[in-house]
């Protein structure tokens, strides 16, 4: 039953008889309508932590769900961390008969296994994309060149440093995201005391 406000209904009078007593007998009992009963809310959890379901595990911060395939033959599982809105991994799954094989303990904990591997190889190739490096001599030293690539949405850019044999850093310069760090401009840049000419 919800709550509704004073007057929303027009109050009428029902009265409960006894069966055996005559039509103009005293009510028994009156109730005047509208009856406003207070209606406490419900609360709903958002997520139900330690799910173990035949198609769905959740357990340490990743959540694993059967569905079906997107070519409508077979079953797939979704393997997710931290309710994100992509799965780290999507995977066949295997049937059981004409059903798909009930999630278990063992079987989240490969999966886990092989998102976290994806997850990670993932990160190395983010960081080989936005971290170059090149050593190069010049100068009768040794140099560690390091272009770091900041993926800015509104203003994208890249940051070139010179460190020298001792660690130190010497230069640091910003330039462009689409800047090619090879050794020849690496070298062409120090021996510049690390400034580009026209055109570079």
């Known amino acids: 039953m919800s709550s509704l406000p004073a007057g929303a209904l027009i109050p009428s009078q029902l009265a409960l008889m006894g069966a055996d ?3 103009d007998a005293p009510a028994l009992i ?4 509208p009856i406003v009963v207070p209606v406490r809310a419900q609360v709903v959890p958002e997520a139900v932590a330690g799910v173990r ?26 393997l997710r961390r931290g309710g994100e809105a992509e799965p780290a991994l ?21 999966l886990v296994r092989q998102a976290s591997a994806v997850l990670q190889r ?5 960081q080989a994309h936005l971290h170059k490096q090149v050593t190069v001599r010049a ?8 272009l770091d690539i900041v993926p800015d949405e509104y203003d994208p850019h890249a940051l070139l440093e010179a460190v020298d044999e001792s660690g130190e850093s010497a230069a640091r310069q910003r ?26």
């Not at 009156?30 to 309508?33: A, P």
């Not at 379901?53 to 979704?78: F, L, N, P, Y």
Request: charged content about 30%; hydrophobic content about 45%.
């Open 139 to 146: 100068g009768e030293v040794q140099w560690d060149v390091t």
């Open 30 to 33: 009156e109730c005047r309508l």
């Open 21 to 23: 007593e005559a039509p």
């Open 90 to 110: 999507v995977a066949p799954w295997r049937m059981a008969g004409d059903s798909p094989e009930p999630l278990g303990a063992s079987a989240f904990n490969v």
């Open 53 to 78: 379901d035949a198609r769905q595990w959740s357990e340490d911060g990743w959540s694993a769900r059967v569905v079906k395939s997107d070519d409508a033959e077979g079953w797939a599982v979704e």
């Open 122 to 126: 993932q990160t190395a190739q983010r």
């Open 175 to 200: 330039v462009a995201a689409d800047f090619r760090l090879t050794a020849a401009a690496a070298k062409a840049w120090i021996e510049r005391d690390f400034r580009f000419s026209e055109g570079d």
